[in-house]
């Protein structure tokens, strides 16, 4: 007998949880969907785009700069390199 009321208990929590869920998930869904709208509105109002766009040109033409001074310099190493290599006793004898 115990096991029924147990069982009858659970069935009915079950299904008034699953009623609790359905009456109010809808409302609290639209409450989060309205609170979320509102806040990309005010993020999106106060977004600078063109600003945006032009600290990423930027930082893309200093990036840019960098590694064309980073290849600068090692052809300038590659030509040091060279240089001592074919001046070297070891480089005329190769030759």
Do not use: H, P
């Amino acid at each position: 007998m115990r096991r029924r009321d147990l069982l009858a208990q659970t069935r009915r929590t079950a299904r008034g949880l699953r009623g609790a869920c359905e009456g109010g998930g809808a409302a609290a869904m639209r409450v989060w969907t309205v609170l979320l709208g509102a806040v990309l509105l005010l993020a999106a109002c106060q977004a600078d785009v063109q600003d945006v766009e032009t600290k990423v040109k930027a930082k893309w033409e200093e990036t840019v700069e960098v590694f064309r001074e980073y290849v600068n310099r090692l052809s300038l190493a590659t030509d040091d390199i060279t240089e001592q290599i074919t001046s070297s006793q070891m480089g005329k004898e190769m030759e």
